[in-house]
């Protein structure tokens, strides 16, 4: 089978096209047959042996899939080849054939193909885990997205809508706005534009944010601290500027702000229930049609390295997947 192998840490343009020996399922195990598979920002890390964890390799990048399963291992019901499903792996989704565990697999919802299914997992469950696990956004609330147009920036702007708060998308052009006010933006902020913090202070009638949404960091996460109004609860999402900011502690105390650390990928193995529960109200919203993951552009396998490019050159606006089909 084919496989994207990350062989020796280092950019994009280091990843290899190699034929692998197609795996067996072992007990409790579903081999799936990979449809397509969603890039995130993290990838762009993991190659470069800058993210939190560091994968033996060789390894495949891609940490969300979508296919059908193919095999059952031993204890696992025969009747479910055949099954169209989405699983979140980590990462080694960029290849023709994965083997999970079977409580990994999640039906794929009816309405949507495979290449907007494997974008469900990570972005929607780590901004659904985020605003309401952590913030526990409230209704009537403001929420301000920085690099709202991203993939995880993209869904806080959806999610949040749904939660029924007032959304500021804030992001670096006014095209890259576009996109977030048709995903249900209530405002717009430009940030090379304006002032991050004093447009903010603007758009809450000097009141301040109750919740921002960082997965960018860099010299925008000050100035949206410095934003945020009594009790405002401050994300930490990640840090695709490059660079994870220091922040002043007496901001944190002057306004009584919570400073919230968002770790989706361990939090569903500590907290496997609560995980199950914000899935099962995503899958609602997409069975509703409330939510649909907007795909920016679409590759094939071969050109997995050019993907993971584009995202590390902040081009995608949304989804990157790779197609496998």
């Known amino acids: 089978m084919r496989a994207i192998l990350c062989e020796t840490f280092g950019p994009p343009e280091g990843l290899v096209l190699a ?3 197609k795996p067996e399922p072992g007990p409790g195990e579903l081999l799936v047959r990979v449809h397509a598979a969603a890039l995130n920002f993290f990838d762009t890390l993991i190659i470069e042996n800058k993210y939190q964890f560091t ?6 990048p891609a940490g969300e899939i979508s296919g ?16 169209r499903v989405i699983a979140y792996v980590r990462w080694g989704g960029a290849r023709d054939y994965v083997v999970i565990k079977v409580e990994e697999a999640l039906l794929m919802p009816d309405g949507l193909g495979f290449e907007e299914a494997a974008g469900l997992m990570i972005t929607y469950g780590t901004t659904i885990y985020a605003l309401r696990s952590r913030a526990k956004l409230q209704p009537g609330e403001t929420l301000a997205v920085l690099g709202a147009s991203g993939g995880v920036g993209l869904a806080a702007v959806e999610i949040g809508r749904l939660m029924g708060a007032r959304v500021i998308a804030c992001a670096s052009s006014d095209d890259k706005l576009a996109l977030c006010k048709a995903h249900g933006a209530d405002e717009l902020l430009n940030y090379v534009k304006l002032d991050l913090k004093s447009a903010l202070k603007s758009l809450t009638d000097r009141r301040g944010v109750d919740v921002v949404y960082d997965p960018v960091g860099g010299d925008l996460a ?3 601290l410095r934003a945020t109004g009594w009790y405002g609860r401050f994300l930490v999402i990640g840090f695709a500027s490059g660079t994870i900011p220091k922040m002043p502690l007496n901001l944190v105390m002057l306004k009584s702000v919570d400073v919230l650390g968002v770790f989706w990928s361990e939090s569903i193995l ?4 609560a995980h199950a529960e914000n899935m099962l109200q995503i899958m609602e919203w ?8 907007h795909i920016d552009r679409v590759y094939p396998l071969e050109k997995t390295p050019e993907a993971i490019r584009a995202i590390a050159n902040r081009e995608a606006k949304g989804k990157v997947i790779v197609s496998l089909v």
């Open 19 to 21: 034929e692998i020996d």
């Open 55 to 60: 994968p033996d390799r060789p390894f495949s």
């Open 68 to 83: 059908v399963i193919e095999a059952c291992g031993e204890g696992v019901d025969a009747g479910r080849v055949g099954e």
């Open 222 to 224: 000050e100035a949206a």
């Open 270 to 273: 500590i907290e496997p229930q």
């Open 286 to 293: 997409v069975k509703a049609g409330d939510l649909k993951p």
